[in-house]
């Protein structure tokens, strides 16, 4: 029997290039159209997508549905990226559905058609998988862009989400804010409400003209829908206008903007099969999870995947404020990829917070920029050491030791994110035996 992630991991030896939405739709057919069994939420934007995707499972998982996710990348495992609610789908349910697929994209090849890329692959196990276990509700975060993204084959979601917007993926998606957004804005159909990041005007606009295009009520959601009271070891109290109280279990400030767009969402969604009361809401939006954005991984240790500019602003709000919160200097650790602009991210770093120490770390990737190459960028910009390390162990061990009692940020590609969690947890494995 073909083992499922063996054969995903090999899938960009022999694909070509993305299908269209028509051809996505062709192999969606040879399933049985699994997409058209499940309402959904369709999320697109630059950052925070898995955030607010992990929000509103977490509330609709409070409210008693069964609600299935899928979000990209993965950290560790690709099982990661089908959520049952919220919890990865195990070994069984993933290998069930790649061989259903499997199986498709063998007819499919029969009449001519190229096998699947990676990610149009992922899709189509996550569809498959939901239907399979009978989910009630849908969670589904576009890859890359929206408008031609394979998941903007869903015909009439429950709502369109489009989270902050930055630049990013600018050799896809066009180079400027303007082009990206309509790219996002791509995903809004005809009558289904969109619920947006307000923040950046001339994103904004862009998202507006489309919903107004598409006779699709938009809700803007900005700094004016919600106030910071209190912030915590643990997360940050927050409220409405309308008087509703929330605990965001997340200390980095973004995260309070991303939930208030899953609040407008829930809020939004006029199903009468899927309501949630105020509690539930409530009670969600503090039971939420979501690994590697700004992760407490250890008493004075933090993980982000923050990799484009408009992330690494994010991330410097959150260290800042962690950093004068608990009186401790900061020493960072970064890995990025080829693709990403790690020169900007760079400069946005060591002009915006006085580090006591920088590492740098190649990637286990082939996309995995070069230790060298990040030091000579980061020594040109900083005015403390920098520090080469050509893998994360070395560089996880380097840099504690490093920073000691200090505080030690963990920034840049997911990838790296995922290789230093599971780093921490062999060493958790070693330290219990």
Same mark, same amino acid.
């Not at 495992?77 to 290998?95: C, H, K, T, W, Y």
């Not at 106030?227 to 965001?248: Q, S």
């Not at 893998?391 to 000691?404: D, F, I, T, Y």
């Given at each position: 029997?073909?083992?499922?992630?063996?054969?995903?991991?090999?899938?960009?030896?022999?694909?070509?290039?993305?299908?269209?939405?028509?051809?996505?739709?062709?192999?969606?057919?040879?399933?049985?159209?699994?997409?058209?069994?499940?309402?959904?939420?369709?999320?697109?934007?630059?950052?925070?997508?898995?955030?607010?995707?992990?929000?509103?499972?977490?509330?609709?998982?409070?409210?008693?549905?069964?609600?299935?996710?899928?979000?990209?990348?993965?950290?560790?495992?690709?099982?990661?990226?089908?959520?049952?609610?919220?919890?990865?789908?195990?070994?069984?349910?993933?290998?069930?559905?790649?061989?259903?697929?499997?199986?498709?994209?063998?007819?499919?090849?029969?009449?001519?058609?190229?096998?699947?890329?990676?990610?149009?692959?992922?899709?189509?196990?996550?569809?498959?998988?939901?239907?399979?276990?009978?989910?009630?509700?849908?969670?589904?975060?576009?890859?890359?862009?929206?408008?031609?993204?394979?998941?903007?084959?869903?015909?009439?979601?429950?709502?369109?989400?489009?989270?902050?917007?930055?630049?990013?993926?600018?050799?896809?998606?066009?180079?400027?804010?303007?082009?990206?957004?309509?790219?996002?804005?791509?995903?809004? *159909?005809?009558?289904?409400?969109?619920?947006?990041?307000?923040?950046?005007?001339?994103?904004?606009?862009?998202?507006?003209?489309?919903?107004?295009?598409?006779?699709?009520?938009?809700? #803007?959601?900005?700094?004016?829908?919600?106030?910071?009271?209190?912030?915590?070891?643990?997360?940050?109290?927050?409220?409405? #206008?309308?008087?509703?109280?929330?605990?965001? #279990?997340?200390?980095?400030?973004?995260?309070?903007?991303?939930?208030?767009?899953?609040?407008?969402?829930?809020?939004?969604?006029?199903? #009468?099969?899927?309501?949630?009361?105020?509690?539930?809401?409530?009670?969600?939006?503090?039971?939420?999870?979501?690994?590697?954005?700004?992760?407490?991984?250890?008493?004075?240790?933090?993980?982000?995947?923050?990799?484009?500019?408009?992330?690494?602003?994010?991330?410097?709000?959150?260290?800042?404020?962690?950093?004068?919160?608990? *009186?401790?200097?900061?020493?960072?650790?970064?890995?990025?990829?080829?693709?990403?602009?790690?020169?900007?991210?760079?400069?946005?770093?060591?002009?915006?917070?006085?580090?006591?120490?920088?590492?740098?770390?190649?990637?286990?990737?082939?996309?995995?920029?070069?230790?060298?190459?990040?030091?000579?960028?980061?020594?040109?910009?900083?005015?403390?050491?920098?520090?080469?390390?050509?893998?994360?162990?070395?560089?996880?061990?380097?840099?504690?030791?490093?920073?000691?009692?200090?505080?030690?940020?963990?920034?840049?590609?997911?990838?790296?994110?995922?290789?230093?969690?599971?780093?921490?947890?062999?060493?958790?494995?070693?330290?219990?035996?």
């Amino acid at each position: 029997m073909i083992q499922a992630e063996e054969y995903l991991e090999h899938i960009p030896m022999w694909t070509r290039d993305k299908h269209s939405l028509t051809e996505v739709r062709g192999f969606l057919d040879q399933l049985g159209n699994p997409d058209r069994e499940t309402p959904a939420i369709h999320v697109a934007g630059t950052n925070g997508k898995g955030s607010v995707c992990a929000f509103l499972t977490s509330v609709y998982r409070q409210a008693g549905f069964r609600v299935g996710t899928f979000v990209s990348p993965h950290l560790e495992s690709v099982r990661e990226r089908f959520l049952i609610n919220g919890e990865r789908a195990d070994r069984e349910m993933v290998q069930a559905a790649f061989e259903k697929v499997l199986k498709a994209v063998e007819r499919m090849k029969e009449k001519g058609f190229s096998h699947p890329s990676y990610f149009e692959f992922l899709f189509y196990m996550a569809m498959t998988l939901f239907a399979q276990e009978e989910m009630d509700l849908m969670i589904i975060e576009t890859g890359l862009g929206g408008r031609l993204d394979a998941t903007n084959v869903l015909e009439k979601p429950l709502a369109c989400v489009i989270t902050s917007i930055s630049l990013d993926h600018t050799m896809y998606l066009g180079d400027t804010l303007k082009d990206i957004a309509g790219e996002k804005a791509g995903i809004i *159909k005809s009558g289904v409400p969109v619920i947006y990041d307000d923040t950046v005007k001339e994103a904004s606009e862009v998202i507006k003209a489309r919903a107004l295009r598409m006779a699709a009520e938009a809700f #803007p959601v900005g700094t004016g829908d919600f106030t910071m009271e209190e912030e915590e070891t643990e997360g940050i109290w927050t409220r409405t #206008p309308e008087g509703l109280r929330f605990f965001i #279990p997340f200390e980095a400030p973004y995260q309070t903007e991303n939930a208030m767009l899953a609040i407008r969402t829930v809020q939004a969604v006029g199903r #009468p099969s899927i309501q949630v009361t105020e509690s539930q809401l409530i009670e969600g939006i503090g039971k939420a999870r979501w690994a590697g954005r700004m992760e407490r991984a250890g008493e004075n240790l933090y993980l982000d995947g923050a990799h484009n500019p408009g992330g690494i602003e994010a991330f410097i709000q959150a260290a800042q404020a962690l950093m004068k919160r608990r *009186k401790k200097k900061g020493f960072l650790l970064f890995g990025a990829v080829s693709d990403k602009d790690y020169r900007s991210m760079a400069e946005l770093l060591c002009s915006r917070i006085r580090w006591s120490g920088i590492g740098v770390v190649h990637i286990h990737s082939s996309r995995g920029v070069e230790a060298e190459a990040l030091a000579e960028v980061f020594s040109d910009k900083a005015d403390c050491p920098v520090a080469a390390f050509q893998g994360v162990k070395e560089a996880l061990c380097g840099m504690k030791k490093q920073a000691g009692e200090e505080l030690l940020f963990c920034v840049g590609s997911l990838y790296m994110v995922g290789e230093l969690k599971a780093q921490l947890a062999e060493m958790e494995r070693r330290e219990d035996t």
